[in-house]
């Protein structure tokens, strides 16, 4: 067995490191290695492309579902607005009959009051002649 010294231990190391950059620059300069590389981008911007529609489309499909729901709580308070609007005309027109209707019976009994004190009065005079 023979022992190492300094400078063996030195070169050693010296040409483990020249072994080891010679095969980094075989393998960054391989074409199979490039090939990967190209089609390995070309798979990534794919799949953004792919995920950025896939967004787009959610996008627009949340913005017309926004529409949509816009479009019908407008319908919706339309819908209310007539109904109240309605409801407001059938309960003023209700109150205008019961107005008229009051204002009648308002009529009727004043007439019947009217003839009662006019028959008391015409018996007051009968009996003062």
């Not at 095969?23 to 990534?44: F, Y």
């Not at 007539?82 to 009959?97: G, T």
């Amino acid at each position: 067995m023979r022992s190492t010294d300094l400078n063996d231990r030195l070169s050693a190391a010296k040409e483990a490191r020249k072994a080891q950059l010679e095969r980094a620059k075989a393998i960054a300069e391989d074409p199979e290695r490039a090939a990967r590389l190209e089609a390995r981008a070309a798979l990534v911007q794919a799949r953004n492309a792919r995920v950025a529609e896939r967004k787009a489309a959610e996008q627009a499909l949340r913005e017309q579902r926004e529409a949509e729901e816009a479009a019908r709580r407008a319908a919706e308070e339309a819908a209310r607005e007539v109904a109240r609007k309605i409801e407001e005309e059938a309960r003023a027109a209700r109150e205008a009959d019961h107005a008229a209707r009051a204002a009648a019976e308002a009529l009727d009994r004043d007439a019947i009051l009217a003839a009662r004190r006019a028959g008391r009065k015409a018996r007051k005079r009968k009996g003062k002649r």
